[in-house]
């Protein structure tokens, strides 16, 4: 794909990246408690006594977020082991009550797989590569401190402790920041077409540990740094660069890179480290003995897979069958939203190229202009097919439709009570139309010479001023015939 | 009048049952016992009102004609390892002193919905660490039984259940419940004189126990005879959701199944539990227990479980390994205790909190255990112990090719005396080396009565069965019980 290289002082750098991403499992309850994952609740109201890790308490499995790693793992066609294990991971913090976190080191529930990535999505020209899925595994995660209610205390919310969070790790496949942004917007879209993580990163829902490390084209592999908890693709990007660059400057002055933990400041644009290897936890790994080791078996599989939707790329492909441009094809899969939208659309009846660029051109338009995104959208698939229906029978013309669809952003109105309403029906009064094509023609007598002579570009002319005349209203077709008739 | 002291679980059932007797009046007689013996130091909180609440409830119910369940009117002890609502649990460490439980164990409450009532909390070895019952931070557990030699050294009741085993056997109450992560059950048992059984691992629900060692804590009863046994390990056993390693099988009906004729069973004696220099009374036990199961019909056969000898060492990396990681969760930021010094941050808390909770022996453990899981050294330790632990269960599968019972002894010696072992961890660890092993194969195993030594104190003879058959494990304890003629009793010193 893309050739990302950073000149040093030294020559080129090639630059190795690895993500490790934390999604957040749609479920109603937590990983191993019954608690309410709901965010944005009072802190501390969706905790159990498993969450607080009361004595004696013990977990239990939630399925549905084996089920939803399990679905993720089929969409991007990963080996799914129908034999893996829960671990513990020992550390102390105040916001683990357990002191320990339940992940799968040993045997995780998704082995490999792999995301095909275009650097851009729109651009049916963009090469693609392949990016390597070393595993998908399930862990608990933390709760959160909060340092800013006391002067001297820091108080703990464990509303999150014990939610589901997959862990999506990539092979080091990845070798500049745009893909490494095309990666992750792939991932979040496959995502959100299974339904397993809401994707949504500014409420944490997902976010990135980025493993960066830098060497000559082609040499051996070079030290990597781990920057924790990303949480914009914007960022990752940036932290992408910035890291890169350090290692760079580091190795060329004369220095080392570090095994290390670092942290990235979006404010100053910069990584920074947080902890180095020999302060690295040991976290004492083993098989969590309260919890047997989960077993799949073959309906369970059937029916994640049967439950798996159209996943982007076959959209794509089948949009393009649709007689779609490749470009309009890719805009409406990007998002498994525009997708639906665009779905049930055609479900009400809408042609699909008519359907692809009204969505692309008009709606998109409009949201644009509103602030809005496509979720918050004045009008729904059932108002807008009956407003492309109208057009595509005659009633009105595509021109009037950009009229009424302003009406309906505005008053909500159904497209053809405002046609109704405001007198918009297209006419095939053929003697009406003759009548104003005859008094432009008088009008016009020069204009008709030349077109007569030759000049064929005013045709368009006597079109609009037809239309003009008609207010808009006369079949554009019916215009077109009665004045290559006149004109003759 | 009746002495309330001298009924056994069933006799209380059925009088309470046949209206021979309130069960209040039981529960009365047993705390005013209960309270009287405070030289022992079997309870670390009484709670009397509860045994006649319970009681009353019982008397209710038979008076509307209501059915009675397997316990009822059954006063009992509650190891201070299963979480009590509303009452103090401690799990005998000054950790969790004063914590009280807003939620019950699934055992206990299947034990009130029975019909049992609690007379209180018992002490025990602090997080069930240890087998003599010195390591509470509530003090040591004293046993009733006295050596025949004149002297009044005080005897450790065995552990980890020691609080219920001396209960019991001072007559404190006629059951009691315990927990056996390596013959925290069977050995007490054997050092008092009474019954204990651990059933198969997951029989009884752990939800609510405070964990030592999650792959190997099992709840079962303490009594003094195998019926009682029987009826108590079904009022306490069932499946539980809420314990992901509980079986989901249905209780047997294992009292009515009780048959000590054994013709057809074939009991297996393993070779290499003759350990080299043991007790000569010891051995003479043994052999008084292969002697009367032959006489209950018994075929008694020679096996090899040639994998013994390595697990004690691999219990003692598996159990500090799982503890290390259980006991992480007192950290002093939510509950129990919380030693904050003047100016201290976080990591501070959690030393000085950890350092002032726990006991010695409980620190041992919790440092073996993180040893054993650390970086470079896991393959070695614990990776290994669970290759052995593996072979241990294997050394069984192939002896029950052989035999469907083992018999064995459950501990190596009888009581010692208090402050006697406690200076050499490994001497007091040896102890466990009989018990060990069915708590590594995760097999049903119980102690019963088989004698007493030459200084007059009781010996212990160990049954283990086959994964779920607790009812031949039973069974042979019954065979044994109808023809040791053990009637020998603690003199009442306190």
């Given at each position: 794909m893309s050739e990302y290289r950073i000149q040093g002082n030294t020559g080129e750098w090639e630059v190795v990246i690895g993500l490790e991403v934390h999604a957040q499992i749609t479920?109603?309850?937590k990983l191993f408690s019954g608690s309410s994952t709901g965010f944005g609740a009072e802190p501390n109201s969706h905790v159990s006594l498993v969450d607080a890790a009361m004595p004696g308490m013990l977990p239990v499995p939630n399925r549905e977020c084996l089920r939803q790693a399990v679905r993720t793992g089929m969409a991007i066609n990963a080996q799914i082991n129908r034999w893996s294990r829960f671990d513990r991971k020992n550390y102390f913090y105040a916001d683990l009550p357990q002191g320990y976190q339940i992940s799968q080191l040993y045997h995780p529930i998704v082995g490999e797989g792999e995301i095909e990535v275009t650097l851009n999505e729109k651009d049916p020209d963009s090469p693609t590569k392949k990016i390597g899925i070393e595993r998908i595994h399930v862990e608990q995660d933390a709760g959160k401190l909060m340092h800013d209610q006391h002067p001297t205390m820091s108080f703990v919310d464990l509303n999150r402790s014990g939610v589901a969070l997959m862990e999506i790790v990539s092979r080091p496949d990845i070798s500049s920041p745009q893909e490494a942004g095309a990666y992750l917007k792939k991932l979040r879209s496959i995502l959100r077409y299974v339904g397993s993580c809401d994707g949504n990163m500014e409420q944490g829902s997902m976010r990135a540990d980025v493993n960066v490390s830098v060497r000559k084209p082609g040499g051996e592999l070079g030290t990597r740094t781990e920057t924790k908890n990303v949480n914009s693709i914007r960022f990752m990007m940036q932290a992408i660069e910035y890291e890169a660059q350090r290692q760079v400057d580091l190795i060329e002055g004369g220095g080392a890179v570090v095994q290390e933990t670092r942290l990235f400041d979006p404010n100053k644009m910069e990584t920074r480290s947080m902890r180095s290897k020999e302060d690295a936890h040991d976290y004492r790994y083993f098989p969590d003995p309260d919890l047997l080791p989960v077993e799949l078996d073959d309906a369970f599989l059937e029916e994640c897979l049967a439950s798996l939707p159209e996943l982007p790329d076959a959209k794509r492909a089948r949009y393009e069958a649709l007689g779609l441009t490749a470009y309009n094809a890719a805009v409406l899969t990007a998002e498994a939203e525009t997708a639906f939208w665009f779905e049930d659309l055609l479900a009400e009846g809408v042609d699909a190229k008519q359907a692809s660029n009204w969505l692309m051109s008009e709606l998109f338009g409009a949201l644009n202009k509103l602030g809005k995104v496509l979720d918050e959208s004045p009008v729904n698939p059932k108002q807008a097919a009956e407003l492309l229906g109208l057009v595509a029978n005659g009633t009105i013309s595509g021109s009037i439709a950009k009229q009424v669809f302003e009406i309906m952003l505005e008053t909500g109105q159904g497209a053809s009570a405002i046609v109704e309403e405001k007198g918009l029906k297209q006419t095939n009064d053929t003697g009406a139309i003759e009548a104003e094509i005859a008094k432009i023609m008088a009008a016009n007598e020069d204009k008709v010479t030349e077109y007569r002579s030759g000049?064929?570009?005013?045709f368009g002319f006597f079109v609009g001023q037809t239309m003009k005349a008609m207010q808009g209203k006369a079949n554009p077709q019916i215009i077109n015939d009665l004045l290559k008739k006149a004109l003759g | 009048m009746t002495d309330f002291s001298r009924l056994r679980v069933a006799a209380i059932r059925d009088g309470v049952a046949s209206g021979e007797f309130k069960a209040v009046e039981v529960a009365e007689a047993l705390n005013t016992r209960v309270a009287a013996a405070k030289a022992l130091n079997a309870f670390v909180v009484e709670t009397p009102e509860m045994a006649v609440a319970a009681a009353q409830a019982v008397d209710a119910d038979r008076a509307a004609g209501k059915p009675l369940g397997k316990m009822a009117g059954v006063p009992i002890g509650m190891k201070d390892l299963f979480c009590t609502e509303g009452v103090q649990t401690t799990a005998a460490s000054h950790m969790l002193e004063g914590f009280v439980p807003t939620y019950e164990s699934t055992v206990s409450a299947n034990l009130w919905k029975a019909g049992a009532g609690m007379l209180g909390k018992l002490n025990l070895d602090q997080f069930a660490m240890g087998s003599s019952n010195e390591t509470s931070y509530f003090g040591n557990v004293i046993s009733p039984w006295r050596r025949n030699d004149g002297g009044n050294a005080a005897l450790a009741p065995g552990g980890s259940s020691g609080g219920s085993s001396s209960a019991i056997a001072a007559r404190l109450c006629p059951a009691a419940t315990g927990t056996d992560t390596g013959g925290s059950i069977r050995q007490p048992a054997a050092f008092v004189g009474i019954s204990g059984i651990k059933p198969t691992y997951g029989r009884c629900s752990r939800w609510g126990v405070v964990a030592f060692a999650s792959s190997l804590d099992q709840a079962g009863p303490m009594a003094r005879d195998v019926r009682d046994c029987a009826i108590m390990l079904e009022a306490m056993a069932g499946f539980d959701p809420k314990d992901s390693t509980s079986l989901d099988l249905p209780v047997p009906a294992w009292e009515a199944g009780l048959n000590s004729d054994l013709k057809g069973k074939r009991i297996g004696i393993p070779r290499e539990y003759r350990l080299d220099g043991i007790d000569e009374d010891i051995t003479k036990m043994w052999d008084n227990g292969i002697a009367w199961l032959k006489d209950a019909g018994a075929e008694i056969v020679d096996i090899s479980l040639p994998h013994t000898k390595y697990a004690l060492p691999a219990y003692y990396i598996i159990a500090p390994a799982e503890a290390s990681s259980n006991l992480a969760r007192y950290d002093g930021v939510r509950f129990g205790l919380r030693d904050l010094p003047e100016g201290a941050g976080l990591q501070d808390m959690y030393a000085a909190t950890r350092a002032a909770g726990f006991g010695e022996e409980v620190r041992r453990r919790i440092m073996i255990g993180t040893y054993v899981l650390s970086a470079g050294f896991y393959d070695a330790y614990y990776t290994q112990a669970q290759k052995v632990r593996a072979l241990i269960a294997r050394d069984f599968d192939n002896a029950w090719a052989s035999c469907d019972l083992i018999l064995a002894p459950t501990a190596p010696s009888a009581a010692f005396g208090?402050?006697?072992?406690?200076?050499?961890p490994l001497s007091m660890y040896l102890n466990d080396v009989f018990a060990v092993p069915a708590s590594l194969a995760g097999l049903p195993a119980m102690s019963v009565p088989g004698g007493l030594d030459k200084q007059g104190l009781p010996l212990g003879l160990q049954i283990i069965g086959k994964a779920l058959d607790e009812q031949a494990v039973l069974n042979a304890g019954l065979a044994i019980e109808q023809r040791s003629g053990f009637t020998a009793e603690a003199g009442e010193w306190w």
């Amino acid at each position: 794909m893309s050739e990302y290289r950073i000149q040093g002082n030294t020559g080129e750098w090639e630059v190795v990246i690895g993500l490790e991403v934390h999604a957040q499992i749609t479920s109603e309850s937590k990983l191993f408690s019954g608690s309410s994952t709901g965010f944005g609740a009072e802190p501390n109201s969706h905790v159990s006594l498993v969450d607080a890790a009361m004595p004696g308490m013990l977990p239990v499995p939630n399925r549905e977020c084996l089920r939803q790693a399990v679905r993720t793992g089929m969409a991007i066609n990963a080996q799914i082991n129908r034999w893996s294990r829960f671990d513990r991971k020992n550390y102390f913090y105040a916001d683990l009550p357990q002191g320990y976190q339940i992940s799968q080191l040993y045997h995780p529930i998704v082995g490999e797989g792999e995301i095909e990535v275009t650097l851009n999505e729109k651009d049916p020209d963009s090469p693609t590569k392949k990016i390597g899925i070393e595993r998908i595994h399930v862990e608990q995660d933390a709760g959160k401190l909060m340092h800013d209610q006391h002067p001297t205390m820091s108080f703990v919310d464990l509303n999150r402790s014990g939610v589901a969070l997959m862990e999506i790790v990539s092979r080091p496949d990845i070798s500049s920041p745009q893909e490494a942004g095309a990666y992750l917007k792939k991932l979040r879209s496959i995502l959100r077409y299974v339904g397993s993580c809401d994707g949504n990163m500014e409420q944490g829902s997902m976010r990135a540990d980025v493993n960066v490390s830098v060497r000559k084209p082609g040499g051996e592999l070079g030290t990597r740094t781990e920057t924790k908890n990303v949480n914009s693709i914007r960022f990752m990007m940036q932290a992408i660069e910035y890291e890169a660059q350090r290692q760079v400057d580091l190795i060329e002055g004369g220095g080392a890179v570090v095994q290390e933990t670092r942290l990235f400041d979006p404010n100053k644009m910069e990584t920074r480290s947080m902890r180095s290897k020999e302060d690295a936890h040991d976290y004492r790994y083993f098989p969590d003995p309260d919890l047997l080791p989960v077993e799949l078996d073959d309906a369970f599989l059937e029916e994640c897979l049967a439950s798996l939707p159209e996943l982007p790329d076959a959209k794509r492909a089948r949009y393009e069958a649709l007689g779609l441009t490749a470009y309009n094809a890719a805009v409406l899969t990007a998002e498994a939203e525009t997708a639906f939208w665009f779905e049930d659309l055609l479900a009400e009846g809408v042609d699909a190229k008519q359907a692809s660029n009204w969505l692309m051109s008009e709606l998109f338009g409009a949201l644009n202009k509103l602030g809005k995104v496509l979720d918050e959208s004045p009008v729904n698939p059932k108002q807008a097919a009956e407003l492309l229906g109208l057009v595509a029978n005659g009633t009105i013309s595509g021109s009037i439709a950009k009229q009424v669809f302003e009406i309906m952003l505005e008053t909500g109105q159904g497209a053809s009570a405002i046609v109704e309403e405001k007198g918009l029906k297209q006419t095939n009064d053929t003697g009406a139309i003759e009548a104003e094509i005859a008094k432009i023609m008088a009008a016009n007598e020069d204009k008709v010479t030349e077109y007569r002579s030759g000049k064929d570009k005013l045709f368009g002319f006597f079109v609009g001023q037809t239309m003009k005349a008609m207010q808009g209203k006369a079949n554009p077709q019916i215009i077109n015939d009665l004045l290559k008739k006149a004109l003759g | 009048m009746t002495d309330f002291s001298r009924l056994r679980v069933a006799a209380i059932r059925d009088g309470v049952a046949s209206g021979e007797f309130k069960a209040v009046e039981v529960a009365e007689a047993l705390n005013t016992r209960v309270a009287a013996a405070k030289a022992l130091n079997a309870f670390v909180v009484e709670t009397p009102e509860m045994a006649v609440a319970a009681a009353q409830a019982v008397d209710a119910d038979r008076a509307a004609g209501k059915p009675l369940g397997k316990m009822a009117g059954v006063p009992i002890g509650m190891k201070d390892l299963f979480c009590t609502e509303g009452v103090q649990t401690t799990a005998a460490s000054h950790m969790l002193e004063g914590f009280v439980p807003t939620y019950e164990s699934t055992v206990s409450a299947n034990l009130w919905k029975a019909g049992a009532g609690m007379l209180g909390k018992l002490n025990l070895d602090q997080f069930a660490m240890g087998s003599s019952n010195e390591t509470s931070y509530f003090g040591n557990v004293i046993s009733p039984w006295r050596r025949n030699d004149g002297g009044n050294a005080a005897l450790a009741p065995g552990g980890s259940s020691g609080g219920s085993s001396s209960a019991i056997a001072a007559r404190l109450c006629p059951a009691a419940t315990g927990t056996d992560t390596g013959g925290s059950i069977r050995q007490p048992a054997a050092f008092v004189g009474i019954s204990g059984i651990k059933p198969t691992y997951g029989r009884c629900s752990r939800w609510g126990v405070v964990a030592f060692a999650s792959s190997l804590d099992q709840a079962g009863p303490m009594a003094r005879d195998v019926r009682d046994c029987a009826i108590m390990l079904e009022a306490m056993a069932g499946f539980d959701p809420k314990d992901s390693t509980s079986l989901d099988l249905p209780v047997p009906a294992w009292e009515a199944g009780l048959n000590s004729d054994l013709k057809g069973k074939r009991i297996g004696i393993p070779r290499e539990y003759r350990l080299d220099g043991i007790d000569e009374d010891i051995t003479k036990m043994w052999d008084n227990g292969i002697a009367w199961l032959k006489d209950a019909g018994a075929e008694i056969v020679d096996i090899s479980l040639p994998h013994t000898k390595y697990a004690l060492p691999a219990y003692y990396i598996i159990a500090p390994a799982e503890a290390s990681s259980n006991l992480a969760r007192y950290d002093g930021v939510r509950f129990g205790l919380r030693d904050l010094p003047e100016g201290a941050g976080l990591q501070d808390m959690y030393a000085a909190t950890r350092a002032a909770g726990f006991g010695e022996e409980v620190r041992r453990r919790i440092m073996i255990g993180t040893y054993v899981l650390s970086a470079g050294f896991y393959d070695a330790y614990y990776t290994q112990a669970q290759k052995v632990r593996a072979l241990i269960a294997r050394d069984f599968d192939n002896a029950w090719a052989s035999c469907d019972l083992i018999l064995a002894p459950t501990a190596p010696s009888a009581a010692f005396g208090l402050g006697e072992k406690n200076a050499d961890p490994l001497s007091m660890y040896l102890n466990d080396v009989f018990a060990v092993p069915a708590s590594l194969a995760g097999l049903p195993a119980m102690s019963v009565p088989g004698g007493l030594d030459k200084q007059g104190l009781p010996l212990g003879l160990q049954i283990i069965g086959k994964a779920l058959d607790e009812q031949a494990v039973l069974n042979a304890g019954l065979a044994i019980e109808q023809r040791s003629g053990f009637t020998a009793e603690a003199g009442e010193w306190w």
